[in-house]
């Protein structure tokens, strides 16, 4: 008898055929296999291994262990373009206290730092390991882990090592201040030529979700034609000596305005009762302070943002605005902006490298003037 349904004849085929297939069947290698649930392919569209028309097999594992600050961990983003250039069908493993900044569409694995995912790293093998932090507990796993490679700090004799000589350069900036202050190379280069790369200027990646820029819909509206400037007030509580006073700001936020832009302040929970006061004093407009997937979605409705050495800049830099930055206590070859900002920096020069206390009375970031940095934000846009 001819079959009526031949649809329900081809699924009944589908079910038998994965009833049938054994453990010698499975693409243990393919970039989609999850290892204990049905993968994407076969959520998806039913795939099974033996006809998987999706199949990939991983040509690279890659382990990127870049722990924090969160900064930091956006600023190494470039490493995952590269090596998604090298090698198309590698497999990233990122471990990290920040997993929040991490595009989970672009980072195969994004693990946050706990005694699970320390655990499952140090039972895996990979092609390539990195660990570009040099504290002891990184550089601790990076020695644990078995790879055919291995690049960055790594733990010998109870202290830091090399894993490879390439390493040699950026730890002695980190260990020596008068290295570290003849060092002319930016981060992205450095950590480029430790892992034996060249930078050629691959993007920042981020945890970007467009959607949530709709929430912020009404701040468009309120801007109208204007284009929009960001002035991030806050730093961080580790180097209080980046900070510029309440007074400056409000009055560069004045001073913006009267060149046309529609200015906002931003920041974070810290910063949040200053900007009040000085949304209240100068009638400039403060959204409030949000998670930092909202903050992410409201800055990237900002044409130009202003701010002092801080995560925002790299958040700025991975949504590709134009910037301008305020400099004093780090060394300003670090920074790179792919060409899109400005460094203003105490034109009496800083005492104080990377240092947590001003030695001056008169703290040289007040020598930094409002004025000036209205005509950094008028040459950068």
């Given at each position: 008898?001819?079959?009526?349904?031949?649809?329900?004849?081809?699924?009944?085929?589908k079910?038998?055929?994965?009833?049938?297939?054994?453990?010698?069947?499975?693409k243990?290698?393919?970039?989609?296999?999850?290892?204990?649930i049905?993968?994407?392919?076969?959520?998806?569209k039913?795939?099974?291994c033996?006809?998987?028309?999706?199949?990939?097999?991983?040509?690279k594992?890659?382990?990127?262990?870049?722990?924090g600050?969160?900064?930091?961990?956006?600023?190494?983003?470039?490493?995952?373009?590269?090596y998604?250039?090298?090698?198309?069908?590698?497999?990233?493993?990122?471990?990290?206290?920040?997993?929040?900044?991490?595009?989970?569409?672009?980072?195969?694995?994004?693990?946050?730092?706990?005694?699970?995912?320390?655990?499952?790293i140090?039972?895996?093998?990979y092609?390539?390991?990195?660990?570009?932090d040099?504290?002891?507990?990184?550089?601790?796993?990076?020695?644990?882990?078995e790879?055919?490679?291995?690049?960055?700090?790594?733990?010998?004799?109870n202290?830091?090592?090399?894993?490879?000589?390439?390493?040699?350069?950026k730890?002695?900036?980190?260990?020596?201040?008068?290295?570290?202050?003849?060092?002319?190379?930016?981060?992205?280069?450095?950590?480029?030529?430790?892992?034996?790369?060249?930078?050629?200027?691959?993007?920042y990646?981020?945890?970007?979700?467009?959607?949530?820029?709709?929430?912020?819909?009404?701040?468009?509206?309120l801007a109208?034609?204007?284009?929009?400037?960001?002035?991030?007030?806050g730093?961080?509580a580790?180097?209080?000596?980046?900070?510029?006073?309440?007074?400056?700001?409000?009055?560069?936020?004045?001073?913006?305005?009267?060149?046309?832009?529609?200015?906002?302040?931003?920041?974070?929970?810290?910063?949040?009762?200053l900007?009040?006061?000085?949304?209240?004093?100068?009638?400039?407009?403060y959204?409030?302070?949000?998670?930092?997937?909202?903050?992410?979605?409201?800055?990237?409705?900002?044409?130009?943002?202003?701010?002092?050495?801080?995560?925002?800049?790299?958040i700025?830099?991975?949504?590709?605005?134009k910037?301008?930055?305020?400099?004093?206590i780090?060394?300003s070859?670090?920074?790179?902006?792919y060409h899109?900002?400005?460094i203003?920096?105490p034109?009496?020069?800083?005492d104080?490298?990377?240092?947590?206390?001003?030695?001056?009375a008169?703290?040289?970031?007040?020598?930094i003037?409002?004025?000036?940095?209205a005509?950094a934000?008028?040459?950068?846009?």
């Open positions: 008898m001819p079959d009526r349904n031949p649809c329900l004849a081809l699924l009944f085929q079910h038998i055929q994965a009833i049938m297939m054994n453990i010698e069947d499975l243990f290698n393919c970039k989609y296999f999850k290892g204990y049905p993968c994407l392919p076969n959520k998806q039913g795939e099974i033996d006809t998987c028309r999706s199949y990939i097999p991983v040509d594992r890659i382990l990127i262990i870049k722990l600050a969160t900064g930091d961990v956006i600023r190494t983003t470039p490493l995952v373009v590269k998604k250039t090298l090698y198309p069908n590698c497999h990233i493993t990122w471990l990290t206290h920040s997993p929040a900044v991490l595009p989970p569409d672009k980072i195969d694995e994004i693990l946050k730092y706990d005694f699970t995912s320390v655990f499952n140090r039972h895996n093998t092609d390539i390991a990195i660990n570009l040099k504290e002891q507990e990184a550089c601790l796993l990076l020695k644990e882990v790879a055919c490679e291995k690049y960055g700090y790594t733990w010998e004799d202290h830091i090592a090399l894993a490879t000589p390439a390493a040699e350069a730890l002695m900036t980190g260990l020596f201040d008068q290295v570290s202050r003849e060092n002319k190379k930016h981060y992205l280069e450095e950590i480029f030529e430790i892992c034996h790369l060249t930078f050629n200027d691959e993007p990646l981020l945890n970007y979700d467009p959607e949530l820029v709709h929430r912020f819909d009404y701040i468009r509206e109208g034609t204007k284009k929009i400037v960001g002035l991030n007030t730093c961080g580790r180097w209080k000596t980046r900070l510029w006073t309440k007074a400056n700001w409000m009055e560069l936020s004045r001073l913006l305005e009267k060149q046309g832009y529609f200015v906002m302040f931003i920041g974070g929970e810290a910063e949040d009762a900007n009040q006061e000085m949304a209240q004093e100068t009638k400039i407009f959204p409030g302070h949000f998670s930092l997937e909202e903050f992410i979605a409201l800055s990237s409705l900002c044409t130009i943002v202003v701010t002092q050495v801080s995560m925002m800049m790299h700025a830099t991975a949504l590709e605005k910037l301008v930055l305020i400099n004093n780090f060394n070859h670090e920074f790179y902006m899109r900002g400005i203003i920096e034109p009496s020069g800083c104080c490298y990377y240092g947590i206390t001003c030695k001056r008169h703290r040289c970031m007040e020598d003037t409002p004025e000036m940095l005509e934000v008028r040459k950068v846009d």
